[in-house]
């Protein structure tokens, strides 16, 4: 059953008011982990991402079977200051070929047994421009929130959450910006392939919506300000997996920093989640590393759409099959020294 949040009160409370990972589970893991036909430690980091993924879904020979992808989609009106190489309708173009099955994502998706649901938000209405207000007011940053808790599948085993949103990482850069302090320039990258003199405004826009924007809020407070509707649904979408227990993998730079808002907010509230892989985004090394996450893949990949993401739900898989899947030293009959 949806549960409903009239208020970002509500949905704040929702956010502070769920358990972690389950302590008993994770110790019966590792003692499993132990008894498998390895050496200790020999499959690195599989191991700990097979006792994480096992303390958030509980069970003994639990196996990834149902991953899914969730791209969201949204106009940003700070769009109309020139901050990137392609213009708005671009972002409903690609929606449109999400559809039809063209994009990197489909084929991602595809290869790594995902289902792949595809949630455009008022393309038709972008957000206001940042640098003159607020981006959302509250009504619609609750709709798009509620838009992205409801489109997690409750039988889901496995979460990826991206983005298609022509300007979102001007907003990304302006979210961490303002929560993590430092230059704008530190934050601020070439996104689409902006050149210098694009790069140089885009700061300069960066600088403007943090500078109103600041000190403002918590977290959540700051997304609805320098956000957009489609990193306003990943957020709602990261919070209603922890509240059904399923385990998320975050994107590149945008989700990320969709992620620091929520960090911001409440205690604990990405401990169900793991950074698929480091984008090539300027910013997106130091906020991994400001959110305390190793990413799983380094390929220079700045796509966005939650393709490094969903690249790394093969890891994953990897991860659970050894666990459920390996003999113990007592069932192969093995010595274990």
């Known amino acids: ?33 132990m008894q498998l036909t390895k050496p200790p430690g020999a499959l690195g980091r599989l191991e700990d991402l097979a006792l994480w993924y096992r303390s958030w879904r509980g069970g003994k020979n639990v196996e990834i079977t149902a991953p899914q992808i969730i791209v969201f989609a949204g106009n940003h009106g700070v769009a109309a200051r020139g901050v990137s190489a392609f213009p708005a309708e671009v972002t409903a173009q690609m ?56 489109a997690v599948k409750t039988d889901a085993d496995l979460l990826v959450v991206g983005e298609m949103g022509i300007a979102n990482t001007t907003s990304a850069a302006a979210i961490a910006c303002a929560l993590l302090g430092g230059d704008a320039a530190e934050w601020t990258g070439r996104g689409t392939g902006v050149d210098d003199a694009g790069l140089t405004l885009k700061t300069k826009v960066v600088t403007e919506g943090v500078a109103l924007h600041k000190g403002q809020g918590d977290g959540l407070e700051t997304l609805q300000r320098l956000g957009g509707r489609e990193l306003a649904a990943m957020a709602g979408a990261m919070v209603r997996a922890r509240v059904l227990r399923i385990p998320v993998v975050l994107d590149g730079f945008i989700c990320c920093a969709t992620g620091l808002a929520l960090a911001h907010t409440a205690d604990g509230a990405l401990d169900h989640a793991v950074a698929g892989h480091l984008s090539a985004e300027g910013g ?22 939650a393709s490094g993401g969903a690249l790394a739900i093969a890891v994953l898989r990897g991860a659970m099959a050894c666990h459920a899947g390996m003999a113990t030293f007592a069932q192969a009959g093995v010595s274990d020294g």
Do not use: C, Y
Request: without cysteine; hydrophobic residues 45%.
């Open 284 to 305: 997106h090394a130091r906020l991994l590393g400001q959110l305390g996450k190793e990413p799983l893949l380094q390929l220079g990949l700045r796509l966005g759409e």
């Open 1 to 33: 059953m949806t549960l409903e949040f009239a208020t970002l009160s509500e949905f704040r409370a929702l956010m502070v008011d769920q358990q972690g990972a389950d302590a008993d589970v994770l110790s019966a893991a590792t003692d499993h982990n």
């Open 95 to 150: 929606v449109l070929n999400f559809q039809h099955g063209g994009a990197a994502i489909n084929q991602i998706a595809r290869a790594n047994g995902a289902t792949l649901d595809v949630v455009p938000l008022d393309l038709d209405r972008p957000t206001q421009d940042f640098t003159q207000g607020p981006a959302m007011n509250e009504d619609d940053f609750l709709a798009a929130l509620q838009t992205g808790w409801d």
